[in-house]
């Protein structure tokens, strides 16, 4: 994508007139003897989103034109997933005073299509010149309008690069009517808060179920009439919230469980002074079952925020419904004399299944099941909150998971079984990701889960306690820990030549909306750690470092190659990649992925062994190699060190030695900015020298100093003095 501010296609041809087509629609110049006439006489933003013939950057398109000053927000374009990060931007938009008016797609299904379906943007199906619903419209109770979108006449750039005209059909062309509508009405009424306006456009737009029997409900409140929009002051009822309480004979944990009762609450915005209104609810779930089907409001003031009445409206989980259950409802909001005065869809967490762990910069979804982030595939739902970097306003992590390998099998949660229709692990029975009281850090999450579910020829007997760490103090904002103690529930034993740990992660630093590939990954030989980061400089890094031992395997995976053309991500190719060790980078942006496995001691049958890894972010490689230092001395002793240190001009900079942690018998390098003469010693924790080294490299970069004599493990000191001034820190020793 060119960053440039210049909204022109390139090249400039026919092929790309999309956007140009789209315009002219909903403001094309009218009375001027010439081509067409669009809807609203509007100036127009050209935003320019796309790359190739992809749109890359659509949601911070979305957002940029909200900053910039447009009010309405034209997205003829949509996909078939959602994100936490997504919803985000259109609540954040609207929320300033912008619509957001969205196509419904064109696969010709009952298929939710994303922007459009996400609750808050005005989604407009497309219809014939008739008022039945076109052939290729998407449809379902989330569309909110519809308009004309078959054979469209509007502004294109001709095959010689010639404005010219032509007619094309898409409910890429209905959203834009519906646009220049929006833009008519607020040209009269330019207060008009977002929900207002959408309300309005939508109430005063035909019923047009009558022509469409078998798309009852699926089409909007009806297809969009201008001139109603511009000369009547009717509104509706815009949907607020759902939310649900345990009903008798529950557990009171505020969980909806397989078998218990649950209570239902609508809230809305009434913009008119009514008597009241009738919701008529629709469970869209199988594992839902509703007791009745209405609810009720009493009398709404205009503008106020109303919570239906309390009623014997109840739904219930059916028996043997899986965890992490959700209830996909549909809503139809009428007056008490019959109008139709909005719909709405929307889905509540009965059963959350993942728990978040943050500090003040990001916030990480852990699943029930040792997934990171977390997207349910499985079920096609999107849960948790990815790697949310709060600071920024962007997520970072599409999924992850935690595994374990031994012996060829691989246990994980990172696409499951191949065909993306399970995850291996399964959360242990009544456990849950949840908060825990604890001394060591200000906030720990912890959960548990097994490979019981899976065939038993697939299984590998093993259980993990997974904790997830953070701490509030001052210098502690980057840094997540991530602890898993694994047990080996078999009656095999492991021996050490076999057996991996550690996590794999699809990372999305950046263009979430598009997932193209902005993104570059490495190894930093310093720290050991993984690291990526996005071609956007605004974004941080974010980078994943073990805090015992080191990495065997740092690999980095072509997502459109290895998910795409590949073939299937088996157990066997990822068992390959394991004995991979360091490598696999590219200095060109792509779509990419991480394994970062440790090659794990023998487990006996019964016994277990601990490991630990720091998520760590930060603006560039150098603070992400502060942050892996804070995370191992936040992991290793639950606080920073306090004690003041002077910034004398004689002080070393960017001079370290490593690896750190340091495994016995591993050989110590000095990494260093500066030539020059080196005197290095190194101490344990009774001040007591343990060996010293003399170097005098001739250029910077990496230098062997050598291996310690035996030493016990723990904590050491060392003290660098070079050229021009002295340095210390700590190593972590370990066997």
Known sequence: IQVDGDPTPDPVNFDNSHGTHVAGIAAATRNNGRGVAGVAGARVMGVRCGVGSSIAYGYEGVYYACRAGARIINCSWGGGTESAYEREIVRYVTEQGCVVVAAAGNQGQRLEHYPSAIEGTLSVAATRSDDGAAQFTNYGPWVKISAPGVFIVSTIIDQNGNASYSGWQGTSMAAPVVAGVCALVLSRNPTLSSYELISHICATSDNIEDVNIGRRGELGLGRVNAYRAVHETRSGLEFVNASYSEAEFSDGDGRIESGELGSLTISARSFDDNAGAIVYVRSRSDSVMLSDSVLMFGAMSQGGIHETLPSSLRFTLVEGARRGAVLP?????FSLEGRLLGRATTTLLLDSSFAVIENA???????????????????NIPQGPGLALTDVANNALYHGSFFVAHDGKVIDN???DSSESRFDWTALDGVYAEEVETQRASHEIRTRFDDRMLPESERLGVEVELRALSWNEPGAERVLVLEARIFNRSETNWPNELN??????????GASSSNLGSYVGGFDWVNGMLTVHSTESRLPWIGMVPLMGELYTAYEIANREEFGSAGPFTDARKWQIFHYGIGGFSETPRDLSHVAAQWIDSLPAGDSLLTAWAVVSGAD???????????????????????????????LRDVTIGPNPLHSGSTLKLQTTYAGLFKIKIYNILGQVVRDFQIFPER???????????????????????????????LLHIK
């Open 621 to 651: 490689l150098t603070e992400l190699r502060s942050a892996a230092n804070s995370a191992r001395e936040l992991y290793l002793t639950g606080s920073l060190d306090r004690e003041p240190r002077r910034e004398e001009v004689g002080q």
């Open 329 to 333: 409802l549909a809503l139809d909001m």
């Open 414 to 416: 990172f696409f499951g």
């Open 500 to 509: 991996f740990a550690g996590f794999m992660c699809d990372w999305d630093v």
């Open 361 to 379: 910069t990001m916030k990480l979804g852990i699943g029930d099941q040792g997934a990171l982030g977390y997207f349910d595939y499985a079920r």
């Open 700 to 730: 910077p970069g990496g230098h062997v100093l050598g291996t310690l004599p035996p030493t016990s493990t723990g904590i050491l000191l060392y003290s660098i003095q070079g050229p021009g001034g002295t340095t210390s820190g700590k």
